[in-house]
């Protein structure tokens, strides 16, 4: 019995390959200095719908229906959010434990999102070179998300590795911001049309970086 | 009586007539009262010797708006602007009135006159230029404020003026007059200032004591404006009869400005003084709307009795020395504004609106030529002569405005691009009505930061505001016009929290259908007056006691022993439950909004409330599986075989 009244999305409805649904995390946005301007891009981007977690749940209360009903719209699906903890901020997880049910997301029945897309396109305060086994955090990125890649794996899904961007708290300074956008924008065009050598991605410990080599130009 | 009537249907008709199209042609409503005095007086003589009484009447008009200016005012704001005030008008006046005595002498004056014509040239007309910058909503920018310092400064100029022009006095007029003036020169020269001064109360009085009378009305002024007039004000605004506020109102001004007259200062001057101080008081936003008719009338009235004296025969008999004159008075003034907007560095556009708004002579122009003129200063006929250049260069001061219309400001946009400065503050929050309700608002609002304008129609009530230190205003919130005055136009919210519910919907309707951008959020009692609200197009509307209710039984099922999250997930899934079902309901109420006869409603209403109690009595679990998802566990043995 479902006593929601019934929400229609007015999502973007873009007739590409693989509609993109971006779930932006950040608690502050008005303090963020690189994720703000990310969710911003993505949103010009026809055929890419970005969701404001936070915005949109500032309780925390999620509505389940609502949000299995996008990842069924959508083809390929973004964590956008800081590194908080090695992990997702809170709401993302809160998301993770509500939306992907049994039956819908894993479980016998649970084929909802089998062959998606999945990645996490995240900022981290410390530098690249401290996130390895000698390195201050011991672990490389792609390690540290492991729970993230495990669950996607679970759920059917194609991973892939994350979108980073590290020592984010000095990215604006020292002017690195706009490559990081410029890069991004180039990654969700070219996974929506459907661009993007998966298999070779797929190999790598972080997505950006060597980006054009992987993507095949119109 | 049938004479006054046919002089008030004169004056209206000029006015309406005259006034739209002076607007419609871009001129501004000054320039339309001033040619309809022209009409009605010097051209189809329908008005005649009179004028000049209803003038003197009509400088209450002048005295009201510098009432209303002083409002806009608080002392503050006024220190903040002292170097603009003491600087640019101090210079102001010393330059214009040096640069014209000089022409004056070169045109072979005697040097007293001359330094008397330039005094009184030095001044402009506060009348015209603010009337003129507030319709053009020029006033808040930098060459609006900068005139806005120059004018107060002339206005308060006029003091000591009035004190030094009788030292001016021509030997030899003095020795003409002698015989007319031996019996009370000094109740002769305050006749100009107003009827009462065969009252003053310092005429004949020895300097020092002069001095003392004037301070100490000045004083009376200050300490009855701070202490006085609020408790007055709160009495008469306890009996609820609005006439009689609007009546104390006038009674203090009209007061204010009798005592000034009565001791040979400008009544601008006090009543502005008065504005100031009550500029903080709750009641300034009642005080401004119940003015400003009276004012727009009475500065309207004044405008068109400048137009009606000008004396066409001296005019037309003497029209290139007039007309040079006047040019010749605007052309200096304007080129020390000019100056003095340099070394202030105005902006390119604000040079341009301070110079041409300021470069005409004032009403007190006319009150300082009949001053000087019976103070022996100046002869009748050079007298009658320059208070026709004044006139003239009042009447040319819209067609200034004209230029900077038509020639200056199209320069704008390649000229600057942005003024980073003059960016106004974000409009304000106006919350209407500060009971139990609206002071949460409130307080939310203001510790986020949020300026707030709060009305209130209970004195006792703004009074409680004022002992914790929150702003508020005295007045009627479903008024337009007080409304207005708290600035509803550039408003972002209005937050309706007034007890009378009625009212509070025509509140919202009026809001949203005069001022669409301004988002309404309101206070409901009850859904039916939710789907009233919402119908008036209310963006929000929240019933007061559900949240409330809500948490106050959430707290009851902790206390039954339910675990505190789990109440929650009850309280939300209630909460959507409920919400949905008014989404619902407002639909069919919207059809036929009488709720007693509207079955469809009744019925849905019923069926709502049936699938609640279904959901909690005899399917309670699936309430809480509902609320559950996603925290519970999935079936044994599901987890083997997945994958």
Redesign the interface.
């Known amino acids: 019995m479902t006593l929601e009244p019934h929400r229609t999305d007015t999502e973007d409805q873009h007739p590409s390959a693989r509609p993109i649904l971006v779930l932006y995390a950040h608690p502050s946005p008005d303090r963020s200095e690189v994720n703000r301007h990310l969710a911003e891009a993505a949103t010009s981007i026809p055929g890419v719908n970005l969701v404001d977690l936070y915005g949109e749940y500032p309780d925390y209360g999620i509505d389940v229906d609502r949000e299995q009903a996008r990842l069924l719209a959508h083809e390929v699906i973004v964590f956008l959010h800081p590194l908080y903890w090695y992990s997702t901020p809170a709401i993302l997880k809160e998301w993770q434990d509500l939306v992907l049910e049994h039956g819908f997301a894993y479980g016998t029945e649970g084929t909802a999102l089998h062959g998606k897309v999945f990645f996490s396109a995240l900022t981290a305060g410390g530098p690249e070179l401290a996130y390895r086994a000698e390195g201050f955090h011991h672990f490389s990125i792609r390690e540290l998300l492991n729970p993230l890649e495990q669950s996607a794996h679970l759920c059917g899904m194609v991973y892939l590795p994350p979108f980073a961007l590290f020592s984010a708290r000095t990215a604006v300074e020292e002017g690195r911001l706009d490559a990081h956008i410029l890069e991004w924008v180039d990654l969700l065009k070219a996974l929506r049309d459907d661009r993007l050598d998966i298999s070779r991605a797929q190999q790598l410990p972080k997505l950006n970086g060597e980006l054009s080599a992987l993507i095949r130009q119109e | 009586m049938d004479g006054m009537l046919f002089r008030l249907f004169v004056y209206l008709c000029a006015a309406v007539i005259a006034v739209p199209i002076a607007k419609r042609l871009g001129l501004g409503s000054v320039l339309g009262y001033l040619i309809a005095g022209i009409v009605i007086g010097p051209l189809l003589g329908l008005v005649g010797s009179e004028t000049s009484e209803i003038q003197h009447f009509a400088e209450l008009g002048v005295v009201m708006m510098l009432f209303l200016i002083g409002l806009e005012l608080d002392p503050s704001t006024l220190w903040a602007m002292r170097t603009r005030l003491l600087g640019m008008g101090g210079l102001q006046v010393a330059l214009s009135a040096a640069l014209i005595a000089l022409a004056a002498l070169a045109l072979g004056t005697d040097w007293r006159l001359a330094l008397a014509v330039g005094l009184i040239f030095s001044l402009s007309s506060t009348a015209i230029v603010m009337q003129t910058l507030t319709e053009k909503g020029l006033s808040g920018t930098q060459g609006g404020r900068s005139s806005f310092s120059v004018l107060l400064f002339q206005d308060i100029a006029l003091v000591p003026l009035l004190a030094l022009l009788p030292l001016l006095a021509s030997p030899e007029l003095l020795l003409i007059d002698a015989d007319a003036l031996v019996h009370a020169p000094q109740a002769a020269g305050s006749e100009t200032l107003a009827h009462a001064a065969e009252m003053s109360l310092v005429a004949g009085l020895p300097g020092w004591a002069h001095g003392l009378v004037v301070l100490g009305a000045i004083a009376s002024v200050l300490l009855g404006g701070h202490f006085l007039s609020r408790p007055l004000l709160r009495f008469v605004a306890e009996s609820r009869l609005r006439e009689i506020f609007t009546a104390a109102v006038l009674l203090l001004v009209v007061a204010i400005a009798l005592l000034m007259t009565l001791v040979d200062l400008s009544p601008a001057l006090g009543t502005f003084i008065a504005g100031v101080i009550l500029a903080n008081s709750e009641f300034r936003h009642e005080l401004e709307s119940d003015i400003e008719p009276f004012k727009g009338l009475l500065l309207g009235l004044f405008f068109i009795t400048v137009g009606a004296g000008i004396d066409f025969e001296i005019l037309f008999g003497d029209f290139a020395t007039v007309l040079g004159l006047t040019i010749g008075v605007i052309l200096l003034k304007g080129c020390v504004l000019f100056g003095l907007a340099r070394l202030f560095r105005l902006k390119t556009m604000d040079r341009w609106l301070f110079t041409l708004g300021l470069a005409q002579a004032g009403e007190f122009g006319f009150v300082l030529l009949n001053f000087s003129m019976s103070n022996s200063v100046i002869a009748m006929e050079d007298a009658k002569l320059l208070s026709l250049v004044v006139a003239l260069s009042m009447l040319l001061t819209p067609a200034l405005f004209v230029i900077y219309d038509r020639l200056i400001l199209p320069h704008k946009s390649r000229a600057e691009p942005a003024d980073a400065d003059e960016i106004d503050e974000q409009g304000p929050v106006i919350i209407a009505g500060i009971g139990r309700f609206g002071q949460i608002v409130n307080r939310l609002l203001i510790a986020s930061g949020i300026r707030t304008v709060v009305l209130d129609h209970e004195a006792s009530q703004i009074e409680t505001q004022h002992r914790f230190g929150i702003k508020s205003f005295f007045g009627d919130a479903t008024r337009p016009d007080l409304l207005r005055a708290a600035g509803i136009e550039e408003a972002q919210l209005l937050i309706v929290a007034i007890d009378d519910r009625d009212r509070a919907v025509q509140l919202v309707e009026y809001v949203k259908r005069r001022y669409p951008s301004v988002k309404v959020l309101a206070r409901a009692f009850d859904v039916n007056h939710l789907y009233l609200l919402r119908k008036a197009g209310a963006d929000v509307a929240l019933r007061e006691v559900f949240d409330a209710s809500l948490r106050l039984s959430a707290e009851a099922l902790k206390q039954l022993g339910m675990h505190a999250f789990k109440v929650e997930k009850m309280a ?1 899934a209630f909460r ?2 409920d ?2 079902g008014l ?2 309901l407002y639909e069919l109420w919207d059809e036929h909004p009488d709720v007693a006869k509207n079955r469809a409603l009744l019925a849905r209403a019923r069926e709502h409330r049936e ?1 609640l109690a279904v ?1 909690m009595e005899t399917d309670r679990l ?1 309430l809480h599986d509902r609320t559950e ?3 519970t566990p ?2 044994k043995g ?1 987890q083997a ?3």
């Open positions: 939300r959507r439950h919400e949905a989404d619902q699938t959901l699936q998802r996603g925290w999935p079936p599901a075989s997945s994958k």
